[in-house]
């Protein structure tokens, strides 16, 4: 029988599959892992992806967790190839691409893209940001392995107070291996009673001034820069253009309960206005603030756009 299409996916540019919350890495102020054992059941997931494309959705996320602990991984990417998804990305922390077979084994089963999980260029401070001694070295031998591949490579780079002080060198580290493209993720310390977390999410001064200095190397070495949950108000008028919304993604979440939601309602994206909110010109399409942001720091440093 035909899968129909869904009304969430009519509008979406982008399909993600949350697979499970297993992971093989215990990173700061991820609490994927922690899940329990719920998991996106492989059917299922080749359903979604179905309706998607019956809703003309022609990118497909797979994520979780970490999606390289699923054995039928190179089974759903070759499931998507075959259903005609234009892009095929997996979002993963890059450990088991150190092993060649593997690697491999993706690439041929139509791996188009990669994101890549990020900590720093300083191989002590990545492995203890993820709690794994030798990942650093396993996810810089995975991209020696992929130097003469085709694939598009992306990482997704966690902004802590410890991560900050070297983000210009961990953008030319990466840099240097591959990835043309950085997204920067502001450390969430939401839902969680690690009394540490709101304590590792930087100051909105430090943050500024790392972006700036992020936003220099990736005009000298042509690379693509954009930031997650830094609201256009949180940033000087120069930084602006670096600020994505959740929105802009276009992006249908499946999670391991096999609910599908849009990225933006997730409240990891922000939602937390202010009374002062109302009167940015901004306001359209502005996540807002996250909650634990404003626990952390206080509202001062969000004040409203006037109108141009």
Same mark, same amino acid.
């Given at each position: 029988?035909?899968s129909?299409p869904?009304?969430?996916?009519r509008q979406?540019r982008?399909?993600?599959l949350s697979?499970?919350?297993?992971?093989?890495?215990?990173?700061l102020g991820c609490?994927a892992?922690?899940?329990?054992?719920? /998991?996106? =059941?492989?059917?299922?997931?080749?359903?979604?992806?179905?309706? %998607?494309?019956a809703?003309?959705?022609q990118?497909?996320?797979?994520?979780?967790?970490?999606p390289t602990l699923?054995?039928?991984l190179?089974s759903?990417?070759?499931a998507?190839?075959?259903?005609g998804?234009?892009?095929?990305l997996?979002?993963t922390n890059g450990?088991?691409l150190?092993?060649?077979p593997?690697?491999q084994?993706?690439l041929? %089963?139509?791996?188009t893209s990669?994101?890549?999980n990020?900590?720093?260029a300083? $191989?002590?401070?990545?492995?203890g940001?993820?709690?794994?001694p030798?990942?650093?070295a396993?996810?810089?031998?995975?991209?020696?392995?992929?130097? &003469?591949?085709?694939?598009?490579l992306?990482?997704?780079?966690?902004?802590?107070?410890?991560t900050?002080?070297?983000?210009?060198?961990?953008?030319?580290?990466y840099a240097e291996r591959?990835v043309r493209?950085?997204?920067f993720?502001l450390?969430s310390?939401q839902?969680?009673d690690?009394?540490?977390l *709101?304590?590792?999410?930087p100051s909105p001064?430090a943050?500024?001034?790392?972006?700036?200095? %992020?936003?220099e190397?990736?005009?000298e070495?042509?690379?693509a820069l954009?930031?997650?949950?830094? *609201?256009w108000?949180?940033?000087?008028?120069d930084?602006r253009?670096?600020?994505? *919304?959740? /929105?802009?993604?276009?992006?249908v979440v499946? &999670?391991?309960?096999d609910?599908p939601?849009?990225?933006?309602d997730?409240?990891m994206?922000?939602? /937390?206005?202010?009374?002062?909110c109302?009167?940015?010109?901004?306001? $359209?399409g502005?996540p807002g603030?996250?909650?634990?942001?404003? %626990?952390?720091?206080g =509202?001062?440093?969000?004040? =409203?756009i006037a109108?141009?």
């Open positions: 029988m035909r129909q869904l009304p969430i996916f979406a982008w399909l993600e697979l499970d919350y297993r992971c093989n890495l215990r990173c609490r892992c922690l899940g329990g054992d719920e /998991a996106l =059941p492989t059917e299922r997931a080749l359903l979604r992806m179905k309706q %998607a494309r809703s003309g959705v990118r497909l996320w797979l994520g979780g967790g970490e699923r054995p039928e190179p759903l990417l070759r998507a190839r075959s259903l998804f234009r892009e095929r997996v979002q450990v088991r150190a092993y060649a593997y690697r084994a993706l041929d %089963a139509g791996l990669l994101r890549l990020l900590k720093s300083d $191989a002590a401070l990545h492995d940001l993820c709690a794994s030798g990942a650093h396993l996810l810089d031998q995975a991209l020696a392995g992929l130097a &003469d591949s085709s694939l598009s992306a990482g997704d780079l966690l902004l802590t107070r410890r900050l002080p070297g983000l210009s060198a961990t953008l030319r580290h591959g493209a950085f997204s993720w450390l310390a839902d969680t690690d009394p540490s *709101p304590g590792e999410i001064g943050l500024v001034a790392a972006l700036r200095a %992020a936003a190397v990736a005009a070495l042509s690379l954009e930031s997650l949950h830094t *609201p108000c949180l940033l000087p008028e930084l253009g670096l600020f994505r *919304p959740a /929105a802009d993604w276009g992006l499946v &999670d391991p309960s609910r939601f849009s990225l933006e997730s409240p994206e922000g939602g /937390a206005y202010l009374p002062d109302e009167r940015c010109a901004r306001r $359209a502005c603030p996250r909650k634990d942001y404003l %626990a952390a720091h =509202p001062e440093a969000f004040r =409203p109108p141009s």
